[in-house]
């Protein structure tokens, strides 16, 4: 499972070895290990990266065998397809925050094509994961991060 994580740098290695080789380059330290069970998943992959004071947790799983889907960012259950121009948000859970967002896209004529959204607790911090149609540009985020109820924005590009 690992390989996949570092496939699209392209190298050409090993298989057994490769994944190793290219963390140590890299400066990544690798801890694979694996279990009879997961939780709710047939096989689940789980990827943590870190710089020693804050750390990020996303895992993943494939559905019907074929569909490669996010289901969990740092405690948050989603359901997201990892593809295209994605946007992900942390908030605070109240009500008019995803219209916000939503009216911000729309102001810079970006088009959402699926959401996954997933919260903590009632009034807690809630996080959407946003597949659009078009990057997301710097003002799009700064217009996001202008307002108070927005913790965090992360634009990630898998084209």
């Known amino acids: 499972m690992t390989a996949a994580v570092f496939k699209p740098y392209g190298w050409q290695d090993q298989v057994v070895n490769a994944p190793s080789r290219i963390a140590d380059r890299r400066g990544i330290d690798v801890t694979e290990s694996r279990r009879r069970e997961t939780k709710d998943y047939r096989s689940l992959v789980s990827i ?65 094509a699926s959401m996954a959204n997933a919260r903590e607790k009632i009034d807690g911090e809630a996080l959407t994961v946003y597949n659009l149609d078009d990057p997301i540009t710097d003002a799009v985020i700064e217009a996001l991060l202008a307002d108070d109820r927005i913790v965090s924005v992360t634009s990630i590009d898998l084209q």
């Not at 804050?54 to 593809?83: K, M, Q």
């Open 48 to 112: 943590t990266v870190g710089n020693g004071a804050d750390s990020l947790t996303v895992s993943g799983t494939l559905f019907a065998g074929e569909e490669p889907r996010i289901v969990e960012i740092d405690g948050f259950r989603v359901d997201a397809e990892p593809y295209g121009h994605m946007l992900v948000s942390r908030n605070t859970d109240e009500p008019g925050v995803i219209g916000f967002i939503g009216r911000v896209f729309g102001e810079h004529d970006v088009n959402i």
